[in-house]
């Protein structure tokens, strides 16, 4: 099957506005290096591949990153190595804090639940969020925390896991985050792998209106832990702390910890030193505990939020997240571009499905972020985001977490209107940034990205490994060195898991694990992902081409499409969440079938069709196909802990075995 894509754009700049965006004037800054013009839609992008010492030295220098450059931008090798600034010392901390140091503008807005009718739960200037950081760094350095050591984090988004996050690299720690709603094993799972000395915590949190306490999972966890020699809780008095540490555990005061009104002292360490611990979904397996190195987090993110989400001086972004999720390490490095910070804590859909938008809007967000499928529930839901771009100071809304659909993004674009930019963008915690993205200088259009990133060497390629001619669906992957290809995944010294992972199909090329197509304009659409594809009569289907197909359909709330073997073949099941007002009858079946064979191939026409009450997710609210999958052929289902509803798959496989 070839892939289809509109002629129209469904968003185009306003040329005088374009004209002053940063992805324009880091143009000019190129033109001005490179001794060409780089006007073209592709030149740009050109140039940062094809000169990333020249590429990367301008990053630099454009956002005057705080530390030691040394001469040397990048030293040519394969993948997966990668060496970026090896000259350079600096502390990923103090650039994002920079432009905050002496500043009483707001840093930082923490948005609770319902805070979009009623205002922000607490507002954070440049200078108390510096004293708080440097008041809790002095506090690890006190506790014997020394660069390279770990530091684990269980709290939800808001001023305190900032805060908490930023001490740890101050010292030069190693930090990782986890949202509280894990359970124990779960947060074990993860944690455990890196052997924190210092545990920061919060004992409960608030979600769908609701005080979730979470005393005894801290209890528990921390009896399974070892080497943890500090436990800093942020929201129980330690002298009447209902969680209990381990003997010879030192448990202090988040509050205490963080008032000592001091300025930080900022470790200067390599380019490379690592940084931040995520952690893969866990979804198809025990979680991967990616190490990515601090210089390469921040030159990629200023390239990432700065020019391609055009992201600045007096800028608000909110991007709603949990902190197991990259997107929380990603929108924090805003704070180096001098833009505030807006933390939304709890559910995205409290108590109403826009609530993240109107959350946005009360705090004065320039930016919003969500993922698609958040979108999708408010648009099948009815609701109405024509507020969003008629009123207040938004301009750009970025999608993620899984494929912005034709009609999903032909519906926000109206209910936008021309003066909101839509900037879905994609990549992963595997490197902590974007693969694929938009500019604000080009036109979108539905149903694709704008085209890769700057700086990285994005393709498709066929399954024999050749580049795939436009609108042939293929592998996304990455052909050269970037910043934030991980240091290495904690345990595995040799790098023979990192290689396997990412490289085993073809030698130093990165293989990201999406089915991808690009447009003959240059344009990138995400398919899915390759461990979902469906493997029909021999021929590959990305799941995401019959979710496109069904996305504006009446009767479908949300789907899922898995392979089942059946009959010594595959087979497609679909199941469906119906919608509030559709019916699941055998009309509505028939039309769906319709739609598929109409939009996709007669191939993509699942040969089952059921209803069932709910589709498993993840913590952070991506469908799993591959758990479904699994469970219905009665594998293992690896990471089960990850899903945060993990009774659907019982159910799923009750109505499937009864269609037998």
């Known amino acids: ?49 094809t000169q990333p010492q020249e590429f990367w030295s301008l990053v630099w220098d454009f956002f005057s990153v705080q530390g030691v450059k040394g001469e040397v931008a990048y030293v040519p090798g394969d993948l997966p190595s990668a060496q970026f600034f090896p000259q350079a010392t600096l502390n990923l901390a103090e650039n994002l804090l920079a432009p905050w140091i002496d500043s009483e503008s707001t840093a930082v807005v923490w948005m609770g639940e319902g805070a979009g009718t009623v205002g922000a739960r607490e507002q954070i200037s440049g200078r108390e969020l510096n004293r708080r950081v440097g008041s809790l760094s002095q506090i690890l350095r006190e506790r014997g925390v020394r660069p390279g050591d770990r530091v684990g984090l269980i709290m939800p988004v808001g001023p305190d896991a900032l805060v908490s996050l930023l001490a740890a690299l101050t010292v030069g720690a190693i930090v990782s985050s986890v949202s509280p709603e894990f359970g124990a094993p779960a947060i074990v799972d993860r944690l455990g792998q890196m052997s924190p000395g210092v545990i920061i915590a919060s004992s409960s949190y608030q979600f769908n209106g609701k005080h979730c306490d979470r005393s005894l999972v801290l209890t528990e966890l921390l009896g399974e832990l ?10 129980q008095d330690p002298q009447n702390s209902q969680v209990e540490t381990p003997k010879g555990c030192t448990v202090l005061d988040f509050r205490a910890a963080t008032s000592r009104q001091v300025d930080p002292v900022f470790e200067q360490l390599p380019f490379d030193h690592p940084a931040y611990v995520l952690f893969s979904s866990g979804t198809t397996g025990k979680p991967k505990c990616l190490i990515h190195r601090a210089g390469g987090v921040l030159i990629k993110h200023l390239v990432e939020l700065g020019l391609h989400a055009d992201i600045g001086p ?39 499905s826009t609530a993240v938008f109107d959350s946005g809007l009360t705090a004065e967000a320039t930016h919003i972020g969500v993922g698609a499928s958040l979108l999708d529930h408010i648009k099948s839901e009815g609701q109405t985001l024509r507020h969003v771009g008629n009123a207040g100071p938004v301009r750009q809304v970025l999608v993620t977490g899984s494929p912005l659909s034709v009609s999903t993004a032909q519906w926000l674009a ?130 995401a081409e019959i979710y496109s197909a069904l996305s504006d359909h009446e009767n479908i709330r949300e789907c899922l499409a898995f392979g089942q073997e059946f009959n010594d073949d595959t087979r497609i099941v679909l199941l469906v969440v119906a919608s509030a007002a559709g019916s699941l009858d055998e009309n509505a079946k028939s039309d769906i079938r319709a739609a598929i064979r109409s939009t996709c191939s007669p191939r993509h026409v699942p040969s089952l069709i059921l209803e069932v009450p709910d589709l498993p997710k993840t913590q952070t609210g991506k469908i799993s196909e591959i758990a479904v999958r699994e469970s219905v052929h009665g594998r293992e289902v690896k990471g089960l802990t990850a899903l945060a509803n993990p009774q659907s798959l019982q159910r799923i496989a009750e109505i499937l075995k009864g269609t037998e």
């Open 1 to 49: 099957m070839r892939a289809t894509h509109n002629e129209t754009p469904t968003w185009v700049p306003d040329p005088a506005c374009s004209d002053l965006t940063r992805m324009n004037k880091f143009r000019l800054a190129a033109e001005a290096r490179a001794g060409r013009s780089l006007t073209e839609i592709t030149e740009l992008h050109g140039w940062s591949i």
């Open 314 to 352: 007096g800028d608000r972004l909110l991007f709603y997240t949990t902190t197991s999720w990259m997107m929380w390490n990603w929108q924090i490095s805003c704070l180096a571009l001098g833009a505030g910070l807006i933390a939304l804590d709890g559910s995205p859909t409290y108590p109403v």
């Open 226 to 235: 070892r080497g943890v020699h500090t436990v800093v809780l942020t929201d």
């Open 414 to 543: 109206d209910q936008l209107g021309p003066r909101v930019m839509i900037n879905p963008i994609s990549g992963g915690t595997d490197l902590l940034g974007i693969f694929v993205g938009g500019d604000p200088t080009k036109p979108f259009f539905a149903g694709e990205m704008t085209g890769p990133a700057l700086g990285v060497a994005v393709e498709v390629y066929t399954d024999s490994g050749s580049r795939a001619i436009d609108d042939e669906p293929g592998e996304l992957v990455c052909l050269a060195p970037f910043p934030t290809v991980p240091l290495g995944m904690w345990g595995d010294p040799d790098g023979s898991q990192l290689r396997n992972t990412y490289f085993d199909v073809w030698p130093g090329v990165w293989v990201h694990g999406d089915r991808a197509v690009r447009s003959s304009r240059g344009g990138i659409a995400i398919l899915g992902r390759s461990d979902a594809t469906l493997n029909v009569g021999g021929v590959r289907i990305g799941t």
